[in-house]
């Protein structure tokens, strides 16, 4: 590898992630305008569908998978979502986030909690891609009731 694809290598790494650190700054703030915009018109997402777990779903669009955040404000208590980013590893256009997360589900007041791993990718500014692998059983069983 030259200096110069050396250099455009971290340059593209390091735009990675600004986006992504501020993909969790608006996440962390709530800012659903914010999201929109670092998400693209079309989204690449993936989270295994949960059925017990309505905010769980396909997306695909800017629009809605910003609105997952505020879907995922309804169903929980705020109050007791708690989120911690582990390892954060960037390689050019792709980031990797693992960590533990958990909260309560509003509806049964029971709790979820779990490791998860978050691939995302960003192109030309905005995440193309998002790939959430999270303790789904957790998640359901806290939501039946």
Partial sequence: ???TSTAAASSV??????????FLAARL???????VSLFA??????LAENPAAPWIRPRSTAADCAA?????MEYTVPEDARASVDTFLVDGTD????GHL???VRATGK???????????VENGRITRHRLFENSLSIAQACIP
Avoid: I, N
């Avoid at 018109?41 to 993936?46: K, Q």
């Avoid at 980031?95 to 693992?98: G, S």
């Avoid at 979820?112 to 990718?121: C, D, I, K, R, S």
């Fill in 1 to 3: 590898m030259t200096v």
């Fill in 13 to 22: 790494a390091d735009a990675t992630r600004a986006v992504v650190q501020e």
């Fill in 29 to 35: 703030a709530g800012d659903t305008k914010r999201l």
């Fill in 41 to 46: 018109d079309e989204v690449d997402w993936v």
């Fill in 68 to 72: 997952q955040f505020t879907e995922l």
């Fill in 95 to 98: 980031a990797v986030l693992m």
């Fill in 102 to 104: 958990s909260g309560t």
């Fill in 111 to 121: 709790t979820f909690a779990g490791p998860f791993a978050l691939h995302l990718t």
